[in-house]
């Protein structure tokens, strides 16, 4: 018996941490080396503050969450690891990104007394997990925060319900102030310190509030509502993407899909088949992949026998050598943006000399977003922020690939 309950002990003790490294962002994929470096240091601080947010009784659903605006049953399928260290606005915050499924009726509560309600029912919990566990940490500037609750509007006497993104950046000071408070006036006179944001656009509540008018409020109750006035901060930037569009990944949805673009597809492996390299046996496929619908090109890329080394630098240099050199090519068949929401260029990166059975061979998946791709064809954006934007994988693993860093014959 005793056996048995140690068992079911080790087991929850087991699943407890895989649920709190669910929630972390893992080191390794931080791109940026001085948050990397962050985010090891912290890395136990930053798995106990997820265990209490996590842990904390909402009054609706609560999710951390790497995309925002998306349903409660897209939640279940999706990466929950929100919580690292990040450059933002060019301050080192950590910042935190979650989905909160309330929904607010536009008539009971305004703008203002929506961003309050979240901001003490999510932010002042997330505050008080991660605030205190940071203290001492003097790089970090500042905690951001962005939160999607929805809003329940009447168009056309029709009820329509739409997301609403709030982003709230506190200062360290402010958030350590916050974290150890139980008065909610306190609490609320923070935001007059924070900068607030709302779908992007910035928020300056509780202007020139009162002494006297402060006091009033009741210690328990919700506070009243707070007018906004124009800000002078430019407009922050989300800091995460909303999702994409739900599509039938079905098999016949995406053979149907297909069909569609099958003339153009056979077009593009005649025309281009020189610069790209198609894999004879591999044709042009529309695939499922993290919820998304992607065009698969299998494609040979050749290296020289002075490029090898670590997979990371093979994996660098064949997108810096062959596949950067496709997109414009390949997005120009496609004047509109089709009805797909990436490319995935399947590499089988080879050595110049070597069989094909090399151990050098590299199997490298390169997952693109199109509207990055749309961004990288305009110049708008880098290679390595197009990298940044989607997932590579290396024979199977997921991994972060800094291609300057990785291109150098040094890197082991």
């Known amino acids: 018996m005793l056996k048995d309950s140690a068992a079911l002990a080790l087991m929850f003790l087991t699943y407890g941490a895989v649920e709190c490294r669910s929630q972390v962002l893992s080191p390794p994929e931080i791109l940026d080396p001085d948050m990397r470096v962050l985010q090891q240091k912290h890395f136990s601080e930053l798995k106990a503050a997820a265990v209490d947010i996590t842990a904390h009784e909402y009054p609706y659903k609560f999710y951390l969450s790497r995309m925002i605006d998306i349903t409660q049953q897209q939640e279940q399928l999706t990466d929950q690891r929100s919580i690292r260290f990040a450059n933002f606005m060019g301050e080192i915050v950590l910042q935190v990104t979650g989905n909160y499924f309330a929904a607010y009726s536009d008539r009971a509560m305004d703008r203002d007394e929506r961003i309050k309600r979240t901001y003490i029912d999510v932010m002042v919990p997330i505050l008080r997990a991660a605030a205190p ?56 006179t923070a935001l007059r310190a924070s900068s607030v944001y709302v779908d992007g656009n910035p928020v300056a509540p509780w202007p020139n509030p009162n002494a006297e008018s402060m006091s009033e409020v009741p210690r328990t109750a919700t506070p009243t509502a707070l007018r906004a006035v124009p800000a002078a901060r430019a407009p922050a930037p989300p800091l995460t993407r909303p999702a994409p569009p739900i599509r039938d990944l079905s098999v016949q949805a995406l053979q149907q899909q297909q069909a569609s673009h099958q003339e153009l597809l056979d077009r593009i492996v005649h025309e281009v088949d020189d610069q790209a390299h198609f894999v004879s046996y591999a044709p042009p496929a529309l695939i499922a992949f993290h919820q998304a619908s992607y065009l698969q090109l299998s494609v040979t890329t050749t290296l020289a026998p002075s490029d090898a080394g670590s997979q990371y630098r093979v994996a660098a240099l064949a997108f810096d050598r062959h596949v950067s050199h496709l997109v414009r090519l390949l997005l120009a068949y496609f004047k509109q943006d089709p009805d797909f929401d990436g490319i995935v260029f399947s590499s089988t990166v080879k050595i110049a000399g070597k069989s094909a059975d090399s151990s050098l061979a590299q199997s490298v998946e390169f997952f693109l977003p199109l509207t990055d791709l749309r961004l990288y064809e305009r110049y708008d954006i880098t290679g390595q922020q197009l990298i940044n934007s989607g997932i590579v994988l290396i024979n199977g693993e997921r991994v972060g690939l800094e291609l300057q860093s990785a291109e150098s014959p040094t890197r082991e």
Do not use: W
């Open 133 to 188: 566990r940071l203290a001492g940490e003097p790089k970090l500037t500042a905690f951001a925060m962005e939160i999607s609750h929805h809003v329940r509007r009447q168009v056309l006497g029709v009820t329509v319900e739409n997301p609403e993104n709030v982003v709230l950046v506190v200062p360290r000071a402010v958030a350590q102030k916050v974290a150890k408070s139980n008065d909610v006036v306190d609490q609320i």
